[in-house]
Nanobody, 119 residues
Framework: QVQLVESGGGLVQAGGSLRLSCAASGRTLSSFYMGWFRQAPGKERELVAGIRWSDASTYYADSVKGRFTISRDNAKNTVYLQMNSLKPEDTAVYYC????????????WGQGTPVTVSS
């Protein structure tokens, strides 16, 4: 069973950067699709970026395209979300999640890491 642990959240001023990490343990991720989600207070959880582990193909929500970069490190079994040019509306709890590639449901979730962007 895969377990995910996020880190790297915090408080940053608008225009600043943060890098979130998601360390996976339990098994290799070659058959998984990894996603970074976020949930702001009073809003639904949204997928902001995703990466297919096998070939590193990526997806970005329009709201973060050009500012966020998702990547993975095979040796460390870790997924990263580099967030640049942060805006106050990026404030949310960020979650790492995993799904088996052939499914559409994310069944494995981390505990979340909060990101606060001050104006």
């Amino acid at each position: 069973q895969v377990q995910l642990v996020e880190s790297g959240g915090g408080l940053v001023q608008a225009g600043g950067s943060l890098r979130l990490s998601c360390a996976a343990s339990g098994r290799t991720l070659s058959s998984f699709y990894m996603g970074w989600f976020r949930q702001a207070p009073g809003k639904e959880r949204e997928l902001v970026a995703g990466i297919r582990w096998s070939d590193a193909s990526t997806y970005y929500a329009d709201s973060v395209k050009g500012r966020f970069t998702i990547s993975r490190d095979n040796a460390k079994n870790t997924v990263y979300l580099q967030m640049n040019s942060l805006k106050p509306e990026d404030t949310a709890v960020y979650y790492c999640a995993a799904r088996v590639i052939i499914t559409l449901t994310y069944k494995i979730w981390g505990q979340g890491t909060p990101v606060t962007v001050s104006s």
